[in-house]
T-cell receptor
Framework: ELKVEQNPLFLSMQEGKNYTIYCNYSTTSDRLYWYRQDPGKSLESLFVLLSNGAVKQEGRLMASLDTKARLSTLHITAAVHDLSATYFCAVDTPAGGTSYGKLTFGQGTILTVHP | DTEVTQTPKHLVMGMTNKKSLKCEQHMGHRAMYWYKQKAKKPPELMFVYSYEKLSINESVPSRFSPECPNSSLLNLHLHALQPEDSALYLC????????????FGQGTRLTVV
């Protein structure tokens, strides 16, 4: 059974600081997603990482994927209050040896950015 | 139009009620998904439909009954639910099953009393 583990689960940051969220997963996959979720809201897609060594950046967020280590990171640079949200990584695995489409999510990291 | 529309936004139902959740998209997507998200937990996949056929059922109890009457519409029929089924139910769609770009609806917040 695929396990996807994020850490930390809770992250309290000061504005302007940098930090990294880690996502480890237990089975081979070359498809990893990062999502953001605001309280009571739906999921917003942030990044799709599709190969070993993939790196994507959008604003103050940068995500990377190491498929050999089964590790993805989400790096936050110079945090601002607007980044406060819950961040999920999710791994996509083939279902029954056929197509993809079975997302397994990590537990989520609740990020709070303080002034 | 890149929207996935879910109705209703909120639903309160008794344990003996029958209700349905609706999800609609007009992007021509042929894969649609139901997820369940309990409070402070990650989403969990329930069902996947591909070309209107059930492709994945994650061992969901039979009190949840999905239906895909056409390529734009996905329903989730609810019957004899328990209070522990209270959750946010999210629908998503993608062009094909497993496509890397999926669009999520805003969800239906379900409370079972």
């Amino acid at each position: 059974e695929l396990k996807v583990e994020q850490n930390p689960l809770f992250l309290s940051m000061q504005e302007g600081k940098n930090y990294t969220i880690y996502c480890n997963y237990s089975t081979t996959s070359d498809r990893l997603y990062w999502y953001r979720q605001d309280p009571g809201k739906s999921l917003e897609s942030l990044f799709v990482l599709l190969s070993n060594g993939a790196v994507k950046q959008e604003g103050r967020l940068m995500a990377s994927l190491d498929t050999k280590a089964r590790l993805s990171t989400l790096h936050i640079t110079a945090a601002v209050h607007d980044l406060s949200a819950t961040y999920f990584c999710a791994v996509d695995t083939p279902a029954g040896g056929t197509s993809y489409g079975k997302l397994t999510f990590g537990q989520g990291t609740i990020l709070t950015v303080h002034p | 139009d890149t929207e996935v529309t879910q109705t209703p936004k909120h639903l309160v139902m008794g344990m003996t009620n029958k209700k349905s959740l609706k999800c609609e998209q007009h992007m021509g997507h042929r894969a649609m998904y139901w997820y369940k998200q309990k409070a402070k937990k990650p989403p969990e996949l329930m069902f996947v439909y591909s070309y209107e056929k059930l492709s994945i059922n994650e061992s969901v109890p039979s009190r949840f009954s999905p239906e895909c009457p056409n390529s734009s519409l996905l329903n989730l029929h609810l019957h004899a639910l328990q209070p522990e089924d209270s959750a946010l139910y999210l629908c998503a769609s993608s062009r094909r099953q497993g496509d890397t770009e999926a669009f999520f609806g805003q969800g239906t917040r379900l409370t079972v009393v």
